[in-house]
């Protein structure tokens, strides 16, 4: 009796000894922690609640730096569920990139629209009115104005050099057109210079063709410091003629500004020049006519609105092209 009570107790300490070196060994290995999911989707394993709340709000933060009137949101609250751990997991695994993926960002931008046509962006309200109050202050009947937007992401923002470049290229194309007085042509015929500011139906006088339909100048030879050609207004899309038959000597993209670009040959040394197109119908060493649909109206390259730079070159050098455009 007395030695069955003596294994009945010496079982009980036993276990009692393993159940405590277990239960050590589980406090040692694993952490208590809390389960973490948004929208149903598991984020990982925080600490606690606590430590949710500080990897949010450093979170918030990083968006903040960026722009501090973003607003930053969960579109649902977190839910927590109570685990255990090991130390190794709980170290391991990145939270920071899991909430982030997470979290919603909405951004206030800026437009200033100049005559229906988005211009600049910004993040401040107070620089895209700025913008608008010059522009209203250099050229009296532009229409202009701020558009507010909502977005999820920031995206060409406009830096203040950026800017100030539109702003003086709009002013400059906004100026009132003073017509030079035209050089000679060839046969010593001096013409009247006018603008006629209108739509008509492209009319062929002779062998020389109005290069579009519009006829409206929006900066005009030399309107600014060296501008060589005739800058034609229209909507994007508008069909460009060709001026006079010739070869197409090039037909393409062109760095130094013009954009996708028509050159025409036409002989005796003259070269038109037809930039900012949006499309290009013909191709280098095509022969056109007069009057032949060649391009479309853009703006590609160095321009900030829809229009047709028409150029010409006489013996390679830019001239007047009223010379040339005068009694069309």
């Not at 394993?45 to 903040?64: H, T």
């Not at 951004?107 to 910004?122: A, K, R």
């Not at 034609?232 to 899309?237: R, T, V």
């Not at 993209?253 to 003259?270: A, E, L, Q, R, S």
Request: glycine share 8%; net charge negative.
């Amino acid at each position: 009796m007395l030695s069955t009570l003596r294994f009945v107790l010496f079982t009980a300490v036993s276990l009692a000894m393993i159940f405590a070196a277990v239960y050590f060994t589980i406090l040692n290995t694993y952490k208590p922690a809390v389960k973490t999911y948004i929208n149903g989707e598991f984020i990982g394993y925080f600490s606690d609640e606590q430590q949710f709340d500080e990897v949010y709000n450093d979170l918030v933060a990083e968006k903040q730096n960026i722009d501090e009137n973003v607003k930053v949101y969960l579109e649902s609250e977190p839910t927590f569920e109570q685990s255990y751990i090991r130390d190794s997991l709980l170290e391991q695994q990145n939270v920071y990139t899991n909430l982030r993926a997470e979290i919603k960002t909405e951004y206030t931008i800026y437009e200033v629209v100049v005559d229906g046509e988005q211009q600049m962006t910004f993040t401040a309200e107070d620089q895209a009115d700025d913008y608008v109050e010059k522009l209203k202050a250099e050229v009296s009947d532009i229409d202009a104005n701020v558009n507010v937007e909502k977005v999820a992401e920031l995206k060409d923002i406009t830096s203040t050099e950026r800017a100030d470049s539109i702003l003086a290229n709009i002013v400059d194309r906004n100026k009132p057109v003073e017509i030079p007085e035209p050089d000679p042509v060839p046969a010593q015929t001096q013409y009247a210079t006018s603008v006629y500011t209108g739509m008509v139906t492209p009319a062929i006088n002779g062998t020389r063709v109005w290069p579009t339909v519009n006829r409206r100048i929006n900066c005009d030879y030399w309107g600014y410091y060296g501008h060589n050609g005739v800058d034609i207004g229209g909507s994007l899309g508008t069909d460009i003629y060709a001026y006079m038959g010739g070869t197409v000597i090039f037909s393409g993209w062109d760095y130094t500004g013009y954009g996708n670009c028509i050159k025409i040959n036409h002989g005796n040394g003259v070269i038109t020049i037809y930039a900012h197109c949006s499309a290009l119908y013909v191709t280098a060493g095509q022969q056109v006519t007069a009057g032949q649909t060649i391009a479309a109206i853009g703006m590609t390259g160095w321009a900030t609105g829809t229009h047709l730079h028409f150029e010409v070159k006489q013996n390679g050098v830019s001239v007047n092209p009223w010379s040339y455009l005068n009694g069309i």
